[in-house]
């Protein structure tokens, strides 16, 4: 388990995030949700360890680990921009990590990941080849192959759209399943977080608006910020698509009448 207690963190004299309080279970899925600047990427770095906390404790299984330096905890980030070597080829690029240490990963594993990822048909291809969710794809196979205790994703489909944005956030799903991984995602888009994870942590000017599953979240919205900024995007969102269907829509119930 992840436990966060009472976190301050601020920059040149400016509170960014405080009063952060917040359990996470091995395995869950949880997305840090909230507007532009209101301190996610500055939460996910805080865990990661390459920002210090001002005040307040991290805890992983027990252990205090506000001191232990970010090769030492043994999480592991996919940044936005993803990172990529471009001077590698795609299975360069995977097993990059594992040159020094090649314990961690068995050669099935790591194609395991491949063929899991979809990616098998990309290996010799360089990174300048590659789509946005192929770069992605990659991103998350050369984080996923080092088996991180917890796997941070800063935006990982903010850059991407429609089918391939669904598929992604399917094979994120799957893997924190499958390895019984816990998964912290930031996002600003309300739907996203709210689809993928098991649980959603919105943030508003530095603080913890609400921390709950989906369900909780949109049957009891804890504040105005949630009520106005989190549902009321995704109310907007449900009329639309409710209006580009209706044809549809009656002439199912048509069809169920006759
Ligand atoms: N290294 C830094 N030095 C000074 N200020 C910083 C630093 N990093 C972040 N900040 C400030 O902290 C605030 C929160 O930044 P952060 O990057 O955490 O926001 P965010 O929620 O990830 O925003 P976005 O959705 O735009 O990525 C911003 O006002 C930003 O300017
Ligand atoms: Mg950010």
Known sequence: MLELQHIKKSYDGVTILQNIDLEIQDGEIVSILGPSGCGKTTLLNLILGITDVDEGHIFFDEEDITAVPMEKRGFNIVFQDYALFPNLNVYQNITYGLRNKPDISTKEEVDELIRLLGLEEHLKKKIEQLSGGQKQRVALARTMV????????????????????????????????????????????????????????????????????????????????????????????RNNIFTLFQNDIRRNLQVVNV
């Open 146 to 237: 080092m088996k991180p205790k917890i796997l941070l994703l800063d935006e990982p489909l903010s850059a991407l759209d429609g089918v391939i944005k669904e598929s992604i956030k399917e094979k994120i799903k799957q893997i924190a399943r499958d390895y019984h991984l816990t998964t912290i995602i930031v996002t600003h888009d309300p739907e996203e977080a709210l689809t993928l994870s098991d649980k959603v942590l919105i943030i508003n000017e530095g603080k913890i608006s609400q921390f709950g599953t989906p369900e909780e979240i949109i049957a009891k919205p804890k504040n105005k910020f949630v009520k106005d900024f989190i549902l009321n995007q995704l109310e907007i969102k």
